[in-house]
């Protein structure tokens, strides 16, 4: 399949999810105006038929999806009724923010469970296997927002080392302060994450162990190393590959738990806030995109898997 | 002499934080979503704003009105207010006010009644996207008298008619050009925005110099500020939505306090407490924030008022405030809470009594049937659905207890939790909640609830599904206590119809109070000055009186 057609289809999911969540936000019951009134006993009935016509919110959804559809057509992502302010300027530092913290996480997440995974996988059922087998089951098994609450405890509150949460200490406080700031959110992370892809390396490699290449390798008298690293290493990182590949996405849709524990200012909190706040224009604009660079990430996938095996491409 | 001058030394250093300390980080939950003081209505806006810009009055921490812009409060004792006879023989009035001589904008442009009238066309336009703008559509018109004195006319005599909390003033040297090209634009356009550190836009004893969207906001002193001096250099506000990672933050020293308005929950502030009160002052703080049942009076089930005086009375509050709030929430007799001046205190209250409860359901019909719960001679059971916001553990626990107290006089309790925005989006003001509903309004000291308790604001298809009586709730007698209460002057009046109100309210129950919610702040021992008010003008509104000592 050619990379326009690819780049056609993923016009048209963007669409279809342009759509859907479009469609989702106006179905859900009650509007930021509702819950104004309920917290403020300043404002009266009127004023509620007014803010709700002022922001388009008595209006049909799919009246409004259509309009705002025409203007995304001509470039206009339109303004954040939340942040005041165009949609562009808000999701900004959001999304820089959330890529720095998703691509190092990922980064120090592979670094460990891509080593893990081969390790295991050299005598399955021996002792290092099942000792990955038991911290991959716990970084599964662990909730990301208890993980990141030990790690403020116990790094933060008991042993004073690292900040407790935010990006960077008030005022600026440079690149030192910046990596001591993602210490512990990267850490969280990365451990709930090291598991499944310990996991998947492992079954891979394992289940490239038996193939014919493999064996013909060996008789040819390769040693093990070239053997692991050099034959069945490549073939086995197909399955990591997709998922990086799908995991892309999430670099720019941030993490919402881990966003919330750090008080990091990503995307996660962005879209689940414009979400909630039926900010129509910031939560498609954040979804699109976390759903465009997923499918970005599907195509280079598919480019990358060429690249490890050229077999793909003639089939 | 060495061996004396070094454990000085060394103590002078310890304690330098103590006295040296001229940076305070406040930890709040929730980050502002515009800096305009008149746009949407927030309670993160109000906390950061209340630093840095100032309404023309409000109340203060003992719930007295009291001018904070302005010179003197207008009354028509001391000849400031005077009433007007307008169109049709209604009753109007005319309240002269002198802002303060030495108010004036951050950026040393004097805070003047161009200001007041700039402020009243942008409340009042329909599109500018002002939140609040009942006080806006009253005033009729701005006399300016001088660049300091001016006088609002207002088409409606009520008894609070010098409150004008509402009207924040907006800089109209730095605004005015913002507004009037597009005013429907107005909110996307406002410099508080588009320009936050701007100094004009401030006139408080601090101003905005740093806002990280989602992150903080630093305020440093208004060199321009002819109050009080501010106590330190600089204040920084960071937003940590988690009430753990705040609590955590507050240990590791990233915030030195956590505001009340917008903090810890009671019950997770009283085990901070226990656990860390030797380092903080934990102040508990009675609000305005009444927390009760709203019921459906629509419902065959409790139209009865003798079922509902019945379920008032076999709950037993005091002991859900003692065991759950070690008793700092203040049990409610009704809308009106006890530091409120109007409170009737000499009302009986509605203690538990689980006997009196019982023979209230029997005189009413329901007796006692298979598995405990009562039935009625329809064979219908005495079974109450309660509908409360998820993730609100405070309420999910007193739902609980209340289920508890109610089976043992025989009757059911299913307790639903919804999502906030479904509950007060659909459930409860489109009044579908079959028979209870369990949440708070926050109100400001003496608020008419007109809007809860008239008949005329009963929610329906026909009005749009405007208005917040939401048990359906039409008493004449009401009415009319309402709206003479509105437009009474005299205070002795006015005190004996308010008692009338809540006898009338206690009599009826539309709703079963509960609580009065407390504020949690937590403080460190050397912080100084900070008076939490329990309503919606929060402590910083007096923020140049906090010091470090």
Request: hydrophobic letters at 45%.
């Amino acid at each position: 399949m050619g990379v326009t057609t690819r780049l056609l289809q993923s016009v048209l999911v963007l669409l279809l999810m342009s759509f859907v969540v479009y469609g989702l936000m106006g179905l859900m019951p009650g509007d930021p105006i509702d819950l104004m009134i309920a917290g403020d006993p300043r404002l009266t009935p009127d004023d509620a038929v007014r803010l709700k016509a002022l922001y388009g919110l008595d209006q049909p959804w799919m009246e409004r999806w259509l309009r705002w559809l025409g203007q995304f057509i001509q470039g206009e992502l339109g303004y954040s009724r939340l942040y005041a302010r165009p949609v562009a300027e808000a999701m900004a530092p959001a999304l820089g923010n959330s890529a720095l913290l998703m691509l190092s996480a990922m980064a120090l997440s592979l670094s460990v469970a891509i080593p893990l995974g081969i390790l295991a996988s050299l005598r399955p059922g021996g002792p290092l296997d099942r000792l990955v087998n038991l911290l991959a089951f716990a970084s599964v098994s662990v909730p990301v927002f208890w993980l990141g609450l030990m790690l403020i405890v116990v790094f933060a509150v008991g042993l004073g080392m690292l900040p407790a949460g935010g990006v960077e200490t008030v005022g600026g406080g440079g690149l030192a302060d910046r990596l001591r700031h993602m210490v512990l959110p990267v850490a969280a992370l990365a451990l709930a994450g090291i598991g499944q892809a310990a996991r998947h390396m492992r079954a891979a490699m394992i289940g490239e162990a038996g193939a014919d290449y493999i064996r013909t390798a060996r008789a040819k008298g390769c040693g093990p190393a070239r053997v692991v690293l050099g034959h069945q290493l490549r073939n086995a990182l197909l399955p990591i590959t997709t998922i990086v590949a799908l995991e892309f996405g999430g670099l720019f849709s941030g993490a919402l738990i881990t966003e919330t524990v750090f008080a990091w200012p990503g995307m996660g909190r962005l879209i689940y806030e414009a979400v909630m706040g039926n900010d129509f224009n910031l939560a498609l604009s954040g979804l699109l995109l976390a759903t465009a660079m997923t499918l970005t990430g599907s195509i280079l996938a598919d480019m990358a898997y060429l690249r490890l095996d050229p077999r793909i491409g003639r089939k | 002499m060495r061996k004396f001058l070094a454990p000085l030394i060394v103590s002078t250093m310890l304690a330098a934080p103590a006295w040296a300390k001229d940076e305070l980080a406040i930890g709040i939950t929730q980050f502002p979503a515009t800096l305009n003081p008149s746009i949407e209505s927030m309670l993160a806006k109000t906390y950061v704003l209340a630093f840095a810009h100032r309404p023309i009055t409000a109340y203060d921490a003992s719930w007295q009105l009291t001018c904070l812009l302005c010179e003197k409060l207008p009354t028509i004792e001391n000849g400031l207010a005077k009433v007007e006879t307008l169109e049709g023989g209604r009753k109007g009035i005319a309240a002269t006010y002198a802002l303060r001589a030495d108010a004036k904008w951050a950026d040393g442009t004097p805070v003047t009644t161009d200001d007041v009238v700039f402020s009243w066309e942008v409340g009042r336009h329909p599109q500018s996207g002002v939140a609040a703008a009942e006080l806006f559509r009253r005033i009729t018109r701005v006399e300016v008298k001088d660049s300091r004195t001016f006088t609002l006319h207002v088409d409606k005599l009520t008894f609070d008619y010098n409150a004008i909390n509402d009207l924040h003033l907006l800089p109209a040297h730095i605004e005015r050009k913002r507004f009037e090209g597009a005013p429907s634009e107005y909110r996307n356009r406002t410099a508080y925005d588009q320009d936050s550190t701007n100094p004009g836009l401030y006139n408080g004893p601090y101003r905005i110099t740093s806002v990280v969207q989602g992150s903080h906001v630093v305020l440093e002193p208004n060199t321009y500020w002819g109050g009080t001096k501010p106590g330190f250099k600089r204040i920084v506000i960071k937003a940590i939505e988690n009430t753990a990672s705040l609590e955590a933050n507050l240990l590791s020293g990233g915030i030195d306090m956590i505001a009340g308005e917008l903090g810890l929950p009671l019950e997770q502030s009283l085990a901070f407490e226990k656990r860390h009160g030797a380092r903080f002052n934990v102040i508990t703080k009675p609000s305005l924030s009444y927390e009760h049942l709203d019921l459906n009076l629509s419902s065959s089930l409790l139209s009865e008022p003798k079922v509902r005086r019945a379920l008032l009375l076999g709950l037993d509050r005091e002991t859900i405030s003692r065991q759950l709030f070690e008793g700092r929430q203040i049990v409610a007799e009704s809308v009106v809470p006890p530091l409120d001046w109007v409170f009737a205190a000499d009302l009986p209250k509605a203690s538990f009594d689980p006997v009196r409860a019982n023979q209230l359901l029997d005189d009413a019909g329901w007796m006692v049937g298979p598995g405990g719960v009562r039935v009625n001679h329809r064979r219908e059971r005495l079974s109450l659905e309660l509908v409360t916001t998820a993730g609100n553990r405070s309420r999910e626990l007193i739902a609980q207890v209340m289920q508890a107290q109610w089976k043992k006089i025989g009757v059911e309790l299913r307790i639903k939790t919804e999502p906030p925005r479904v509950m007060f989006g659909d459930t409860v003001t489109r009044r579908k909640f079959p028979h209870m509903a369990l949440f708070a309004w926050y109100s400001a000291p003496e608020s008419v609830p007109r809007s809860t308790l008239h008949s005329s604001m009963i929610p329906n298809a026909g009005n749009n599904w405007s208005g917040q009586n939401y048990p359906g709730y039409a008493s004449p007698a009401m009415d009319q206590l309402l709206d003479s209460v509105e437009v009474e002057l005299s205070k002795d009046k006015r005190k004996a119809i308010w008692r009338d109100i809540q006898a009338l309210y206690a009599a009826d129950l539309p709703a079963l109070p509960l609580f009065f919610k407390s504020d949690s702040f937590i403080l460190p021992k050397e912080l100084k000055g900070v008076q939490p008010t329990g309503h919606q003008d929060p402590s910083p509104y007096w923020a140049e009186n906090w010091r470090w000592e």
